[in-house]
């Protein structure tokens, strides 16, 4: 079985049995745009699996269900794990899922889902 497999199985299980919605906290718009009109259109929510974290430019590489993404974190973004507990960027590791929202290019928020593993199917 090639390292795709795995991959995309845990990001099916991930995006298609409705995980994302059980991380704690997560929502669709960030309390900051909620005070603003009209700043919805702004505020993106996205999900993935981690490849890689590039500390030195905030950077996210992640699996997503269309593909790999680089994801740029601003340095003031709120991180907290899957306990409520915060993050530095450089604690994310391959492996974890996120959940992330993105304002003015950068994701500003991100839900940690440490070391999501799945188990590929038969076949």
């Known amino acids: 079985m090639n390292r795709?497999?795995?991959i995309m199985m845990a990001l099916a299980l991930l995006l298609g049995a409705g995980i994302t919605p059980a991380l704690p906290g997560v929502s669709i718009r960030?309390?900051?745009?909620?005070?603003?009109?009209?700043?919805?259109a702004r505020v993106s929510a996205g999900t993935g699996l981690v490849r890689a974290v590039d500390a030195g430019t905030n950077t996210l590489v992640?699996?997503?269900q269309s593909g790999a993404k680089r994801v740029?974190?601003?340095?003031a973004a709120t991180i907290?794990?899957?306990?409520?507990n915060t993050?530095?960027?450089g604690e994310i590791r391959p492996g974890d899922a996120v959940a992330y929202e993105v304002a003015a290019g950068d994701a500003t928020v991100l839900h940690v889902a440490r070391?999501?593993?799945?188990?590929?199917?038969?076949?």
């Open 4 to 6: 795709k497999g795995p």
């Open 30 to 40: 960030s309390a900051a745009a909620a005070d603003e009109p009209g700043a919805s």
């Open 62 to 64: 992640l699996e997503t």
């Open 72 to 75: 740029h974190v601003a340095r």
């Open 80 to 84: 907290r794990d899957d306990h409520d």
């Open 87 to 89: 993050l530095a960027l």
């Open 115 to 123: 070391q999501f593993w799945a188990i590929p199917s038969e076949g």
